[in-house]
C-alpha cells in the first residue's frame, strides 16, 4: 500500500480560519462566482496544492482531507501512477466524442469485469455526459423508452443529482424551492432508516416494514401509482446522511421489482468503484440490478466521467437518443485503467474492508456521547449522526464539531437531516496511520465541544 504522506498536520485551532493569502482569494471568490457555491463557506480553505490524504492552504497550513473532492478522489489527490497514465495519453488524444479509441476499448472491457459474474454477458454500456447527474437522467431516460413507461419510485433521503430530472429524484426540500415544472409522476416512499424510522417504529423493531409500505402502493388495486418505468435506489444513501440500506429492505424491493417487471436501477455514484469494500455496493447485497450508475470515482483521480451499465434488453434506443459532447474524456479512460491496476495489485477494496471496519470501530468508541446519536457506514462511506443539548439542535452541534475538526486540521463534511450527520469520505488508499490521526483529532474535538457546551448550559 503506497503512503504518499506521512506527516500530519501540526493541531491549532487558527486553521479554521483562513490565513492572509487565502483569505484575499475567498474574497474574491465571494465577490465575483455563484451564489450557489458551498463548500468554501463552511470550509474557509483556498488549497495552493494536494498530496494524497493531504491538501495545503495557499499559507502553507496542512490539512488531511476526508472529503476527498466529496468522493470522487478514489486515491487522495494526485496519485503518482494515475497522473504518469494520464500523462502518457494526453499527446494522443483528450477528447474523442464516441469514437472507438484503445483506451476507451480498454476501460470498457475493464469495467464490465469487474461486474460479477452472471451479468458480464448481459451487459451494455452507455458513456454519458461528465456527472453522477448526467447518468441518472439516462438511466431514466432508458428505463421509460424501454418500458413505455413514466412514473418512477424513489426513496425518501436520496440524492440523485441537481440538474432539473435528476433533482427531481432527489427528496431533499431546500435545493427545489422556487422551482416549479419539475419531473412528474415522481413517488418518493420510505427508506430503511432505521435510526429514524420513517414509519414511527422503534428502531431495530422490522426488518422490511419500508419496503412493504412500497410494495403495497404497487399492487394494491387502489394503491394510487401506475406501475412504473423504474424504481432507482442508492444502497448507501450517502447525502441523506451515510446511510446503509437493511440488506432485508433491498431484497424485497428487488423482488418486487423483478416480479413485476420494474426496472431496478442502482445509484452507485458514491457508493460505487470501491468505496463501500466492493467494486459496487449492490454486490455485498446479493442482487443483480437492471442499471448500474456511475460516476465520481471512476477515473480515480477526478477527471470526469459518467457511465451506465445495463441489460441488453432495455436497449431500445435509436441513434442520439441520449447523447452528450463530453462522453469521450480519453484522458480519464486513461486515469481509471491506471486506477484499476493499483487496485488489483494492491488489493484495494480488501483494505477499504479492513480499514472501513477499523475506523467504524475507532468512530463508535467516540460515539459513546451524549452529542453522538448513531454511528454507521460502510466501507470508507462513513457518518456520525449528532444529537441537540440543551439550547443547541443537532444541526447546530454538527456544524460546531465540523469547524472543531477543521481546526485541528481535519476536513470533513456534513449531511443528512438538517446537515446533522458528519460524514468521512477519505481517500481508498488512507493508511492505518492517517486514518488514526483522523480520529485523534474528532476525539480532541468532540471533547472540546462537549466543555464548551457544558459550560454554555451552566450559565
Known amino acids: 500500500m503506497q503512503t504518499l504522506d506521512a506527516a500530519s498536520p501540526k493541531p491549532s485551532l487558527d486553521l479554521a480560519r483562513p490565513g492572509p493569502n487565502g483569505r484575499v482569494l475567498l474574497d474574491s471568490q465571494a465577490a465575483t462566482e455563484s451564489n450557489a457555491r458551498t463548500y468554501p463557506r463552511r470550509i474557509p480553505v483556498a488549497i495552493a496544492e ?57 476501460f470498457k472491457r475493464r469495467q464490465i469485469a469487474m461486474l460479477p459474474e452472471h451479468m458480464r454477458d448481459d451487459v451494455k454500456m452507455h458513456f454519458c455526459g461528465p456527472t453522477g447527474s448526467d447518468a441518472v437522467e439516462a438511466a431514466i431516460k432508458l428505463c421509460k423508452k424501454a418500458t413505455g413507461r413514466g412514473q418512477v419510485v424513489v426513496f425518501q433521503g436520496a440524492y440523485h443529482g441537481s440538474t432539473q430530472g435528476a433533482m ?42 419500508c419496503a412493504e409500505v412500497l410494495v403495497n402502493t404497487l399492487t394494491d388495486t387502489h394503491g394510487g401509482v401506475q406501475l412504473p418505468a423504474a424504481i432507482i435506489m442508492e444502497l ?38 470501491g468505496r463501500t469494500g466492493t467494486w459496487f455496493a449492490f454486490e455485498q447485497y446479493g442482487i443483480t440490478p437492471d442499471v448500474v450508475v456511475a460516476s465520481k470515482g471512476l477515473s480515480g483521480m477526478g477527471l470526469p466521467v459518467a457511465a451506465i451499465l445495463y441489460r441488453k434488453h432495455l436497449d431500445t434506443w435509436s441513434p442520439g437518443s441520449h447523447i452528450g459532447t463530453f462522453r469521450g474524456n480519453n484522458l480519464a479512460f486513461a486515469s481509471a485503467n491506471a486506477f484499476l491496476d493499483v487496485v488489483e495489485r494492491e488489493d484495494l477494496l480488501g483494505h477499504v474492508r479492513v480499514i472501513g471496519e477499523h ?101
Open 50 to 106: 494536494a498530496s494524497g490524504s493531504y491538501i495545503t492552504d495557499l499559507d502553507g497550513r496542512r490539512y488531511i482531507d476526508f472529503l476527498s473532492g466529496a468522493g470522487v478522489l478514489a486515491l487522495g489527490h494526485n496519485h503518482p501512477e494515475l497522473v504518469a497514465a494520464v500523462t502518457e495519453q494526453l499527446p494522443k488524444l483528450t477528447h474523442g466524442l464516441d469514437f472507438p479509441t484503445p483506451v476507451r476499448e480498454e
Open 236 to 273: 448507501v444513501q450517502g447525502e441523506g446522511g451515510a446511510i446503509p440500506a437493511r440488506r432485508e429492505f433491498v431484497h424485497r424491493v428487488a423482488d418486487t421489482a423483478r416480479e413485476l417487471g420494474i426496472p431496478l436501477i442502482v445509484d452507485e455514484v458514491q457508493t460505487g468503484c
Open 359 to 459: 475506523l467504524l470501530g475507532e468512530l463508535k468508541r467516540i460515539g459513546d456521547s451524549p452529542l453522538v446519536s448513531d454511528v454507521r457506514g460502510l466501507g470508507l462511506m462513513l457518518g456520525m449522526e449528532m444529537a441537540g443539548t440543551g439550547a443547541v439542535d443537532a444541526t447546530a452541534v454538527a456544524a460546531r464539531f465540523q469547524q472543531e475538526a477543521l481546526g485541528r486540521g481535519l476536513i470533513v463534511e456534513l449531511g443528512g437531516r438538517g446537515d446533522s450527520v458528519v460524514r468521512l469520505l477519505p481517500p481508498l488508499n488512507v493508511t492505518r496511520e492517517v486514518a488514526d490521526d483522523a480520529v485523534a483529532i474528532l476525539r480532541d474535538s468532540l471533547a472540546a465541544l462537549e466543555a464548551e457546551l457544558a459550560a454554555e448550559d451552566s450559565r
Open 168 to 209: 427531481s429524484l432527489t427528496s431533499e426540500h431546500a435545493p427545489k424551492a422556487g422551482l416549479h415544472n419539475l419531473l412528474p409522476g415522481i413517488h418518493f416512499t420510505p427508506y430503511s432508516y432505521c435510526h429514524r424510522c420513517p414509519i414511527g417504529l422503534a428502531p431495530g423493531a422490522c426488518t422490511t416494514n
